[in-house]
RNA sequence: GGCCCGUUGGUCAAGUGGUUAAGACUCCGCCCUCUCACGGCGGCUUCAGGAGUUCGAAUCUCCUACGGGUCACCA
């Protein structure tokens, strides 16, 4: 990969709709690898079409960027040396290039319409021809015709001249040289009736004008690269470096598609994702770092990322190690307050109860949370002790069961009402003193007091910490509930 | 169908002629333990197939198979 001149690369993106995965992640690649050489990332929208323009899509856009922590450097809202950075801002000057070509012969006007079009189409699949590409039948057109279809004002696109012999070569860093044979190329539009370019010839002009050296882009555009080398030829441009990246897909036969219901960023934040997560699992999609380390913060991903590690297999999503790798941030990255501040939406869902520690309670729920969604679940006994069976009471492991729990419970409820400071080092000085006392294992005193106070098999925490989250008055009450139950 | 690209365990993948073929996730066991989770230990499972080149191939070459992309006045 050439570093010597500033490295500059872009999303382009079409304002369509909502942002999807995979697209997210060339953004992702295409703005590592500017900052990683402490170059320009640009955001270009790219809305030629204007039928399938979305309200709201470019604004999705910006949302979605801001969110990941991919900040670009120029752009539409920012502005920038290259400017307009959206595409449909910049017709004149697409228009200008492409007259420029068919002066110097690479490039002319077709009259074609689409019926014909349509027939020469259906003709060609019927005769199975192998390389279905235009007949070049308005390349014949005369002068004089051509005028007079002109002074007409019969509709017209302007369609890149194509050699007819010999083969074009491009470079991409990841596959290497890739050779076609020229013969083989259409005679692609360029410009099209309505006067708009497009994708194909209005990306080559602006990566051109807007100084871009990488373009990151993806894999479905392999193809289609060698004509854009022609265009560049044509112009006498500098060819860019490419470098394409593969699909995500949902398993071996299909891309991650929105049927699947988990294509666009906004399900998984939906699911209750931390970005950061998102962001760190993608970049794992068809790249792999060079030590075993594979947690990453954004900035350790521009630190880590070496183009070396891309791969050119396509990748099959896996919710399952997504969810590993969010795990990971949830419980180690983060901060005990950094933590909270995320999770407190979560934990009000079902806990409102303002009279508990809630530091407590965060401490306990941050080692077990895997998707934010997990924590309502997780805390609702807190406001109100569930229905519950006394066989919960049982476990063969700690040799509990109702009866001993009776037991226990009565045992420990003095020892509780005793303690004076209600934190979990003077509650477990406490329990563990009686525990010698009577000589049981932990497990016959703790289990009991742990479903006592939860009423739930699973629970964020053990019975000290369930205790000290509850507070004193609220952990009594709920002992002396237990008691009643079991004594009936 | 033509052209282009790809193929290491269930998934992500390391690996660039000589390795016991890393690591992570998943799953299963065991340990730790006041449940679960965490943590620790261990296990299952891989070079698509076939020819070559070579003393030696997951690594190089060719063929086959399979998969993907592309063949729009969409991007």
Same mark, same amino acid.
């Given at each position: 990969?050439?570093?010597?001149?500033?490295?500059?690369?872009?999303?382009?993106?079409?304002?369509?709709?909502?942002?999807?995965?995979?697209?997210?992640?060339?953004?992702?690649?295409?703005?590592?690898?500017?900052?990683?050489?402490?170059?320009?990332?640009?955001?270009?929208?790219?809305?030629?079409?204007?039928?399938?323009?979305?309200? *709201?899509?470019?604004?999705?856009?910006?949302?979605? +960027?801001?969110?990941?922590? +991919?900040?670009?450097?120029?752009?539409?809202?920012?502005?920038?040396?290259?400017?307009?950075?959206?595409?449909?801002?910049?017709?004149?000057?697409?228009?200008?290039?492409?007259?420029?070509?068919?002066?110097?012969?690479?490039?002319?006007?077709?009259?074609?319409?689409?019926?014909?079009?349509?027939?020469?189409?259906?003709?060609?699949?019927?005769?199975?021809?192998?390389?279905?590409?235009?007949?070049?039948?308005?390349?014949?057109?005369?002068?004089?015709?051509?005028?007079?279809?002109?002074?007409?004002?019969?509709?017209?696109?302007?369609?890149?001249?194509?050699?007819?012999?010999?083969?074009?070569?491009?470079?991409?860093?990841?596959?290497?040289?890739?050779?076609?044979?020229?013969?083989?190329?259409?005679?692609?539009?360029?410009?099209?009736?309505?006067? /708009?370019?497009?994708?194909?010839?209005?990306?080559?002009?602006?990566?051109?004008?807007?100084?871009?050296?990488?373009?990151?882009?993806?894999?479905?555009?392999?193809? !289609?690269?060698?004509?854009?080398?022609?265009?560049?030829?044509?112009?006498?441009?500098?060819?860019?470096?490419?470098?394409?990246?593969?699909?995500?897909?949902?398993?071996?036969?299909?891309?991650? !598609?929105?049927?699947?219901?988990?294509?666009?960023? *906004?399900?998984?934040?939906?699911?209750?994702?931390?970005?950061?997560?998102?962001?760190?699992?993608?970049?794992?999609?068809?790249?792999?770092?060079?030590?075993?380390?594979?947690?990453?913060?954004?900035?350790?991903?521009?630190?880590?990322?070496?183009?070396?590690?891309?791969?050119?297999?396509?990748?099959?999503?896996?919710?399952?190690?997504?969810?590993?790798?969010?795990?990971?941030? +949830?419980?180690?990255?983060?901060?005990?307050?950094?933590?909270?501040?995320?999770?407190?939406?979560?934990?009000?869902?079902?806990?409102?109860?303002?009279?508990?520690?809630?530091?407590?309670?965060?401490?306990?729920?941050?080692?077990?949370?895997?998707?934010?969604?997990?924590?309502?679940?997780?805390?609702?006994?807190?406001?109100? /002790?569930?229905?519950?069976?006394?066989?919960?009471?049982?476990?063969?492991?700690?040799?509990?069961?109702?009866?001993?729990?009776?037991?226990?419970?009565?045992?420990?409820?003095?020892?509780?009402?005793?303690?004076?400071?209600?934190?979990?080092?003077?509650?477990?000085?406490?329990?563990?003193?009686?525990?010698?006392?009577?000589?049981?294992?932990?497990?016959?005193?703790?289990?009991?007091?742990?479903?006592?106070?939860?009423?739930?098999?699973?629970?964020? *925490?053990?019975?000290?910490?369930?205790?000290?989250? +509850?507070?004193?008055?609220?952990?009594?009450?709920?002992?002396?509930?237990?008691?009643?139950?079991?004594?009936?």
């Amino acid at each position: 990969m050439d570093t010597s001149k500033r490295v500059r690369t872009r999303f382009a993106p079409s304002p369509t709709g909502f942002m999807h995965i995979g697209n997210l992640r060339t953004a992702l690649f295409a703005y590592i690898i500017a900052k990683k050489y402490d170059g320009d990332f640009i955001l270009r929208i790219e809305d030629t079409d204007r039928e399938r323009y979305v309200d *709201g899509a470019v604004d999705k856009i910006y949302e979605t +960027l801001r969110a990941c922590g +991919l900040k670009w450097d120029e752009g539409p809202d920012i502005g920038g040396p290259v400017g307009p950075y959206i595409q449909s801002e910049r017709m004149g000057t697409y228009k200008q290039y492409a007259e420029q070509l068919i002066e110097s012969g690479h490039a002319y006007r077709c009259f074609c319409t689409k019926e014909r079009l349509d027939e020469l189409h259906r003709q060609q699949q019927e005769q199975k021809v192998s390389n279905m590409v235009y007949d070049r039948h308005c390349l014949g057109l005369s002068e004089e015709e051509q005028q007079r279809l002109l002074d007409e004002g019969v509709p017209y696109v302007i369609r890149q001249k194509m050699p007819t012999e010999g083969t074009t070569t491009f470079k991409d860093i990841l596959y290497g040289d890739i050779t076609v044979e020229n013969a083989l190329l259409e005679d692609q539009i360029l410009i099209k009736a309505d006067g /708009m370019p497009t994708y194909n010839f209005a990306n080559v002009i602006d990566d051109h004008l807007m100084g871009i050296t990488h373009v990151v882009r993806g894999n479905e555009y392999l193809s !289609s690269a060698p004509k854009y080398n022609l265009l560049y030829q044509a112009f006498g441009w500098d060819v860019p470096e490419y470098i394409h990246v593969e699909h995500i897909m949902r398993d071996a036969q299909h891309k991650l !598609s929105k049927r699947d219901g988990d294509a666009y960023f *906004g399900d998984f934040t939906d699911k209750g994702f931390y970005i950061p997560a998102i962001i760190n699992y993608i970049a794992l999609l068809g790249w792999a770092p060079k030590g075993e380390n594979e947690i990453f913060s954004l900035e350790e991903l521009v630190r880590e990322f070496d183009i070396s590690g891309l791969s050119k297999a396509p990748a099959i999503f896996d919710i399952a190690k997504m969810t590993a790798i969010n795990a990971e941030h +949830l419980q180690k990255r983060l901060t005990h307050d950094e933590f909270k501040k995320l999770a407190l939406p979560y934990i009000r869902q079902s806990c409102k109860r303002e009279d508990i520690d809630i530091d407590v309670l965060v401490d306990a729920v941050q080692p077990r949370t895997k998707l934010f969604t997990d924590i309502p679940e997780m805390v609702d006994f807190i406001d109100k /002790m569930p229905e519950y069976s006394t066989e919960l009471y049982t476990s063969k492991k700690m040799k509990t069961n109702p009866q001993t729990a009776l037991e226990a419970l009565k045992l420990i409820l003095p020892v509780l009402e005793a303690v004076d400071e209600w934190n979990t080092e003077k509650i477990h000085e406490a329990v563990f003193a009686e525990i010698e006392r009577v000589g049981v294992k932990n497990g016959w005193m703790l289990y009991p007091l742990r479903i006592a106070l939860s009423g739930k098999a699973l629970t964020p *925490g053990g019975g000290i910490e369930l205790a000290d989250i +509850l507070g004193k008055e609220e952990t009594l009450s709920r002992i002396n509930d237990a008691i009643n139950k079991l004594s009936e």
